[in-house]
Nanobody, 123 residues
């Protein structure tokens, strides 16, 4: 199984980025997909998750209203659209795939992880 995250970069506060995560080696449509982030010196934290159909989404309070998760099951790809970025959003962003929806907010709820993509927001 491989999850390949991309789309990170350097952006000014208030800007936007769209992260992508392409998956292979798994039956993509059966998996919950999640986004987590980890800033230097901090624990990995939940950002967003989307159910297998895309009909269910959930977000961390810190990103609600600014970030949107979506998925294209035909392309085995999940996205995280990020608007109104803030310096506190600076982190390495990871995508993850998990078989169950019920533990979507904790890292232990996921079976596979991508390598991460760096997002840096300047003030």
């Amino acid at each position: 199984v491989q999850l390949q995250a991309s789309g990170g970069g350097l952006v000014q506060a208030g800007g936007s980025l769209r992260l992508s995560c392409a998956a292979s080696g798994l039956t993509f449509i059966t998996y919950t997909l999640g986004w987590f982030r980890q800033a230097p010196g901090k624990e990995r934290e939940f950002v967003a998750a989307i159910s297998w159909s895309g009909g269910g989404t959930t977000y961390a309070d810190s990103v609600k209203g600014r970030f949107t998760a979506s998925r294209d099951n035909a392309k085995n790809t999940v996205y995280l659209q990020m608007h109104n970025l803030k310096p506190d959003d600076t982190a390495v962003y990871y995508c993850a795939a998990g078989y169950q929806w019920v533990r979507q907010r904790v890292p232990a709820g996921y079976d596979y992880w991508g390598q991460g993509t760096q997002v840096t927001v300047s003030s």
